[in-house]
C-alpha cells in the first residue's frame, strides 16, 4: 500500500511558476512508476506527465499542452516526485493529482487505469 500526498499548489499569475510535490510512504518508491494528471472544472481528469520507476535509464513522457513547460522528476531518498510548472497559463487551472502504479510495463503510462495508488490532490489557479 502506498499513500501519496500533493502539496505545493496555490495561487499565481499567467506567466509564473510553481513546483507541485508529491511524498510517497513506503519503502519501495523507487520500484514504482509515477505520474500527474488533472482535472479542470467540469471536465476529465486528464494526463500531463510521467516518469519511470528507477533502474536503469530514466524516462519521462509529457501531454502536449504542457510539453516545453513542465517538468517531472524524482528524489528516490526523499520518496518524493516533483511537477515544475513554468510559464503557466490560466487553462492550466485545475486540481492536480499524483498517482502511482506498480506494473513496470509499458515503462510509462498515460491512462489513469494504469496506476494503482492516487494522491488527494492539490488545487492550482492560475490568474489571468
Known amino acids: 500500500q502506498v499513500q501519496l500526498v500533493e502539496s505545493g499548489g496555490g495561487l499565481v499569475q499567467a506567466g509564473g511558476s510553481l513546483r507541485l510535490s508529491c511524498a510517497a510512504s513506503?519503502?519501495?518508491?523507487?520500484?514504482?512508476?509515477m505520474g500527474w494528471f488533472r482535472q479542470a472544472p467540469g471536465k476529465e481528469r486528464e494526463f500531463v506527465a510521467a516518469?519511470?520507476?528507477?533502474?536503469?535509464?530514466?524516462?519521462?513522457y509529457y501531454a502536449d499542452s504542457v510539453k516545453g513547460r513542465f517538468t517531472i522528476s524524482r528524489d528516490n531518498a526523499k520518496n518524493t516526485v516533483y511537477l515544475q510548472m513554468n510559464s503557466l497559463k490560466p487553462e492550466d487551472t485545475a486540481v492536480y493529482y499524483c498517482a502511482a502504479r506498480q506494473n513496470p510495463s509499458p515503462i510509462v503510462a498515460t491512462t489513469e487505469r494504469s496506476y494503482d495508488y492516487w494522491g488527494q490532490g492539490t488545487q492550482v489557479t492560475v490568474s489571468s
Open positions: 516518469i519511470s520507476r528507477s533502474g536503469g535509464n530514466t524516462y519521462t
Open positions: 513506503g519503502r519501495t518508491f523507487s520500484s514504482y512508476g
